[in-house]
């Protein structure tokens, strides 16, 4: 009798110290939170629960409806670090697939025999697992994945209270990925919405810019006139510096005419090679002395555009970059397929732009230079935002600058 007795407490108190184990464990998870990193906190989580529940492995996987697989996102191995498992291929192990989805969570002792995990023979065997415990993980309501616990060694009953564990490190591994995609959604949103108010500001400048175009024409056009009847009196000096004052102000109001003009682009399949060609052309014979074009590019890229507009966004980006070059140096344009797209990079080593006049790149009549427009940036924005496309700059006063431009392959919707 006392023998019985004496198991009886064993089991009471090991029962108790388990129940103050996973009460601490517990703590441990709600210490958590979100910093950005999900597989590292995946991996925490599985972590904690494998101490936990005493597993071997913990994994959190995830279904890609789309491949149709059922992928390992992060492992924890309580010998160490352990390779990520292939994917496992849903149409192969359907039962279980269809369990998981239609149950809270599913737990085998021997999940080699079990008739809702035996189809998942090859992984169980190359990875020696005798035991599954396997919780739930959702998103918008539906199952996104799972928590798996692994134990190998002999037959393993799961108790009670390891089950509502387990589902309680799946329920906190649901609510990171909502709060993840939260953060994704909010990011997008006030990407759109600063994208709107660019549209808007640049819309009210364009129309502006119309208005002082339509002036300047006119005002052009009375020197025009007047160089014709200066060429009767011959003073060529006076003549020459007007007609340069009058090409120059031309090339401002078709910019600012251009500004003002917000149209669709005729856009089409491009074939880049000849507008990579015509770009290193025009640029050759505008280089300032010392500084050269330095093409590396891919062959047979295509994108969705207005040829003539695009060459005109690259040559102004490469202007601008040579303008910028203090000292002899080459001006690289890469291009290279990136993402159903191409990437377009126009690299300067010159003097760099201050962290306080990047965010004002783009702004129409804001310039560094002497003899600058502010205008012309201005444009190549507009360009690139009406062909779906987006740019992104980079620099580092002293270094140079980079300037990234993502141009789709096919139509943006």
């Given at each position: 009798m006392s023998s019985q007795g004496e198991e009886s407490g064993a089991s009471e108190s090991s029962a108790i110290t388990q129940r103050a184990f996973l009460t601490s464990a517990r703590l441990k998870?709600?210490?958590?939170?979100?910093?950005?990193?999900?597989?590292?906190?995946?991996?925490?989580?599985c972590e904690i629960s494998g101490v936990a529940l005493e597993a071997t492995r913990v994994g959190v996987w995830v279904f890609d409806d789309k491949a149709q697989l059922l992928k390992c996102e992060a492992l924890w191995s309580k010998d160490g670090d352990a390779p990520i498992p292939l994917p496992l291929e849903m149409a192969r192990i359907p039962t279980y697939v269809s369990a998981i989805k239609e149950r809270r969570f599913v737990a085998t002792s021997d999940a080699r025999t079990d008739e809702m995990t035996r189809e998942l023979e090859a992984y169980l065997e190359v990875w020696k697992v005798r035991a599954l415990l396997d919780a739930a993980v959702y998103r918008n309501g539906e199952v996104y994945g799972i928590v798996c616990h692994e134990y190998v060694g002999e037959p393993r009953e799961w108790k009670r209270d390891e089950r509502q564990f387990a589902a309680t490190v799946a329920d906190l591994a649901s609510h990171f990925i909502e709060v993840k995609e939260r953060i994704a959604a909010q990011g997008r949103a006030y990407e759109l919405e600063l994208k709107l108010k660019d549209a808007h500001r640049l819309d009210a400048l364009g129309r502006m810019a119309a208005g002082i175009a339509h002036d300047?024409?006119?005002?052009?056009?009375?020197?025009?006139?007047?160089?014709?009847?200066?060429h009767r009196v011959k003073d060529e000096e006076t003549l020459k510096t007007m007609e340069e004052s009058a090409h120059h102000a031309a090339a401002l109001v078709a910019q600012l005419m251009m500004l003002g003009r917000k149209k669709t682009p005729i856009a089409q399949i491009v074939e880049l090679d000849p507008v990579l060609g015509e770009v290193d052309r025009i640029s050759a014979a505008a280089a300032p002395a010392g500084v050269k074009l330095v093409l590396d590019v891919e062959k047979g890229l295509v994108v969705w555009a207005e040829a003539s507009q695009l060459?005109?966004?690259?040559?102004?980006?490469?202007?601008?970059a040579m303008q910028a070059m203090t000292k002899p140096g080459p001006v690289v344009l890469r291009a290279h397929a990136r993402q159903e797209g191409v990437v377009f990079?126009?690299?300067?080593?010159?003097?760099?732009?201050?962290?306080?006049?990047?965010?004002?790149?783009?702004?129409?009549?804001?310039?560094?230079?002497?003899?600058?427009?502010?205008?012309?940036?201005a444009i190549v924005?507009?360009?690139v935002n009406q062909h779906g496309a987006e740019i992104k700059v980079s620099s580092t006063v002293g270094d140079g600058t980079t300037v990234r431009v993502w141009w789709p392959k096919t139509p943006t919707k």
């Open positions: 998870l709600a210490r958590l939170h979100l910093d950005g990193d999900l597989p590292r906190l995946f991996k925490q989580l300047l024409n006119n005002m052009l056009a009375v020197i025009t006139n007047g160089i014709s009847i200066l060459t005109m966004v690259l040559n102004n980006l490469i202007s601008n990079e126009v690299i300067d080593t010159g003097e760099g732009i201050k962290p306080e006049n990047l965010e004002k790149l783009f702004d129409p009549f804001f310039t560094t230079r002497a003899n600058g427009s502010g205008i012309g940036l924005q507009q360009l």
